[in-house]
């Protein structure tokens, strides 16, 4: 086998850093990374399991390699589907030889050399019960401005409708010490945003005791050449005061909370197992209003819950409009394997599913499109993602996560990754269009 590897990720945020640190740990064991697919001896999928479509997915891809045959590629899944359905994927590709879920990426190593020894069949799914999360000091970052860090992995919450629990293992937290290390060594690299990353990143607990999430927070935004802080998940179960607090005192902890609700009705929220209450949800995010900063809010939503109402999905319209959300993520609901919610009738057709989902969609796009109107001659920081030059644009991020297009008349583009005040100009209910401020 040639030591070349080509890898493709699907899913979450904490899928793709697993990915960075995945190709870290391939290069330093001598594997280089290709581009393209024909090219590589080794070729890995991290997968995501957490609707039906994802899974499929991967199947579809693992079809495809069967069209390549032979060829002398070795294959890989890894990620949520890999956790999930374990050693049944060996059945469906019988020429997968690596089968390995996200606890179990420490073990990397010994894997690749199994399998340069010819072994087939090598699996890493044993470990969910695990306290060690995986650290490497391998991680091939994408983003040379923003550097992510995961500070928690798993998932304790068993939401009735969810597989994270089951694919990502128990809960489990990374030393305060350890974060912060890993944060000021990027800073020093260069890197001005940090992202840290969990399931539910606030239900954070230092196994050192030293620090609360909040004060993380505050550590992480307090270190120099670090501008913007961001944290994605938040659980409102574990959604503390203190957070709105951090973000009031440390100005580069980002002024955007990601909070998901999944639905507004306190009947559905019971049956979805999320232990808490639409009164409960709403109450945190009187906290998050009252700061002194304007802090943006985003969701997720679940629609076509089993024996989800009319009335429910009012309710969870009338829930968008009191929060004032800024973005939402809405899904329709998806039965998955091995989840207690697979055991209810999936009651809702996929039509109302869709009809149900429209509904919404167009509630939350009349908020978003008075949301962003308020920015309309607003002067704002924005951190420079990508140049559009067919439009003659440059795309960039604010502290609260929107997207701006803006124009300058300076000869140079501004870098990638460098900051720029622009003045809002006008306004989509998904986007910001603006003019760089220049200075002289
Ligand atoms: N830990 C986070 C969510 C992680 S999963 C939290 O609890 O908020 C990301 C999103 O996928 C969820 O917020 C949910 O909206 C959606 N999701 C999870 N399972 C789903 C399912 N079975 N069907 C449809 N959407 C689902
Ligand atoms: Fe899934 Fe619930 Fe855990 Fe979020 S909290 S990952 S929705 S089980
Ligand atoms: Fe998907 Fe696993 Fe993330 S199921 S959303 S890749 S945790």
Request: aromatic share 8%; charged share 25%.
């Amino acid at each position: 086998m040639s030591k070349t590897f080509y890898i493709e990720t699907f899913g979450c945020q904490m899928n793709a850093h697993d990915s960075e640190k995945v190709i870290g740990t391939l290069e330093h064991e001598g594997y280089a990374r290709v581009q393209d697919e024909a090219d590589a001896g080794l070729i890995l999928y991290n997968t995501c399991s957490i609707r039906d479509k994802a899974e499929q997915k991967v199947f579809h891809r693992l079809n495809e390699y069967k069209k390549m045959k032979g060829e002398g590629k070795k294959f890989a899944v890894i990620g949520c589907v890999a956790q999930q359905e374990g050693e049944k994927i060996f059945e469906r590709a019988p020429y997968v030889s690596i089968v390995s879920g996200s606890a179990s990426y420490r073990n990397l190593p010994q894997m690749l050399a199994r399998l340069e020894r010819g072994e087939e069949r090598i699996t890493g799914l044993d470990d969910r019960q695990t306290d060690e999360t995986f650290e490497t000091e391998f991680v091939a970052r994408t983003n040379p401005h923003r550097g992510y860090i995961t500070i928690i992995e798993g998932c304790d919450k068993f939401c009735a409708y969810c597989v994270v629990p089951y694919t990502r293992g128990k809960e489990r937290s990374r030393a305060a010490a350890s974060v912060l290390e890993e944060a000021r060594r990027i800073a020093d690299q260069g890197f001005t945003e940090i992202q840290l990353l969990g399931q539910n990143v606030n239900s954070y607990l230092d196994p050192s005791g030293k620090m609360s999430f909040a004060e993380l927070l505050a550590a992480v935004g307090s270190i120099p050449g670090i501008r913007r802080v961001r944290f994605t998940t938040s659980h409102p179960r574990d959604f503390t005061k203190d957070i709105v607090d951090a973000i009031d005192a440390v100005p580069t902890l980002c002024d955007h909370v990601h909070l998901p609700v999944q639905s507004g009705s306190t009947a559905v929220l019971k049956a979805m197992n999320r232990e808490y209450t639409r009164d409960w949800y709403l109450e945190r995010i009187a906290w998050i209003k009252a700061a002194r900063r304007n802090i943006s809010i985003t969701s997720d939503i679940i629609v076509g819950f089993p024996g989800e109402t009319d009335q429910d999905l009012e309710d969870t319209a009338t829930l968008l409009e009191a929060v004032g959300y800024d973005a939402i993520f809405a899904f329709k609901y998806s039965p998955r394997p091995n989840t207690p919610a697979v055991a209810m009738a999936d009651s809702i057709s996929d039509d109302i599913k869709s009809a149900r989902l429209q509904i919404l969609l167009d509630r939350q796009r009349e908020i978003q499109r008075v949301n962003y109107n308020r920015h309309l001659d607003e002067i704002m920081e924005l951190m420079v993602e990508s140049h559009n030059k067919s439009r003659n644009q440059v795309v960039g991020r604010s502290s609260q996560n929107k997207t701006v297009n803006f124009t300058t008349n300076q000869l140079i583009l501004p870098a990638l990754g460098s900051y720029q005040q622009v003045r809002i100009t006008q306004t989509f209910p998904n986007s910001l269009l603006g003019a760089a401020v220049e200075v002289n």
